[in-house]
């Protein structure tokens, strides 16, 4: 009855009302992007997915570099890009209503030509956001034919065998006709000094160095990540503890943890195996910063994760990856992205926790010989 409800209240009575605001007449032909002077990018949804789309943004400027680019992040995301060269402007999807009309003011101010919804499966907050932010812009989405009303221009996109850098590129030669190559299309996240020197003073407190540096008597490291976002991504205390110990067991490298900071259940499993093995957490102290372990992982001979954010930043850093995956999720869509990686796939209908820990040592085994890192 509350499903009818809202599909009522949604089609009888929001649409209409948005139909009757908006004024978006139909303009399906394609931009010459060197004939406009700005655009703005909807991208504040996860971190991997402003990762994923930071070539876009360069390949766009290489093609016209006197365009203006400004993003609209979310608050977490938007570090990833802070320190982007191809990014103009950053404006901040705040939950502070005060502090997001003001941003959305921010961004009208600057006039944006175009306004480019790269938000999936959350369709009318990023019609909405692009309509209050460029009234008489073109606007460019995608998305089922009822949400027409929000854009200029409804993109068709099939993403069901799709990377997203790949789904990226059809919309980029779909609305500028620009031909991008995803084989030349490198994730990239520019690290500042400051953070650089904070992850260079870890390594000297643990006696670490990076996987381009030999020095005698340091070790190499890798990371393991434990912690993800989505239920069926999560691995088990179980897991974590059986792969941190038999980790901890090489002689060759140091292991390094690293969980999301709200996770307390792998806290816990952080806090006995640095007790109880040679494993380091990472920090050793409050939480990291996204651009501190992009620079951590960019030193390290591998990392291992069930998280597909951590294999973006993997991917970025080109550091050797081993993912953890499900079928209950898409996962052609965010797989590793040039770089040297193994899938361990959860059985068929099942979370990642269903992998048996036996498969999990066996791969990472593996992926470890195979780096040649063994001792």
């Not at 999936?120 to 989405?141: E, H, M, Q, Y």
């Not at 068709?156 to 084989?183: C, G, P, W, Y």
């Not at 085994?365 to 195979?370: G, L, P, S």
């Amino acid at each position: 009855m509350i499903e009818k409800l809202e599909y009522w209240w949604r089609h009888r009575i929001v649409y209409p009302f948005l139909r009757g605001l908006f004024h978006n007449p139909v303009q399906d032909s394609t931009i010459d992007i060197r004939s406009i002077k700005s655009i703005l990018i909807l991208r504040y949804d996860r971190i991997g997915d402003m990762i994923v789309t930071t070539p876009i943004f360069r390949r766009l400027k290489e093609v016209h570099p006197e365009l203006t680019i400004g993003v609209f992040a979310s608050e977490t995301n938007a570090e990833i890009i802070r320190n982007n060269p191809f990014v103009d402007s950053i404006y901040v999807l705040h939950s502070n209503w005060l502090r997001l009309i003001s941003e959305i003011l921010k961004a009208r101010r600057s006039h944006y030509e175009i306004v480019l919804n790269l938000i999936f499966n959350r369709t009318s907050s990023g019609g909405i956001l692009a309509n209050l932010v460029s009234p008489s812009g073109i606007k460019i989405g995608q998305g089922d034919e009822k949400y027409r009303f929000y854009f200029n221009r409804l993109l068709k996109i099939n993403r069901n065998k799709s990377h997203m850098i790949e789904t990226l590129v059809f919309i980029i030669k779909e609305v500028f006709n620009i031909q991008l190559a995803v084989d030349q299309l490198k994730y990239e996240i520019v690290i500042d000094d400051k953070t650089i020197n904070n992850v260079h003073a870890y390594l000297a407190k643990y006696n670490l160095v990076p996987r381009n540096q030999y020095v005698p008597g340091k070790s190499f490291y890798i990371v393991f990540n434990f912690s993800a976002n989505d239920t069926v991504r999560k691995i088990s205390p179980e897991q974590a503890y059986a792969i941190g110990r038999h980790l901890g067991s090489y002689a060759a490298f140091r292991t390094v943890l690293l969980h999301a900071p709200q996770d307390q259940s792998m806290f816990v499993v952080k806090q006995d195996l640095v007790k109880t093995s040679k494993c380091l957490a990472f920090p050793d102290r409050g939480n990291a910063t996204l651009l501190e372990i992009e620079a951590f992982i960019e030193g390290a001979m591998a990392v291992i994760t069930p998280d597909t954010s951590i294999i973006h930043f993997a991917s970025a850093a080109n550091t050797p990856v081993i993912g953890f995956y499900t079928k209950m999720q898409d996962v052609h869509e965010w797989l590793p992205h040039q770089v040297k990686h193994r899938l361990v796939i959860s059985p068929v209908n099942t979370p990642i926790s269903a992998i048996p820990i036996a498969t999990m040592i066996e791969n990472i085994d593996d992926f470890i010989r195979e780096l040649e890192i063994t001792s």
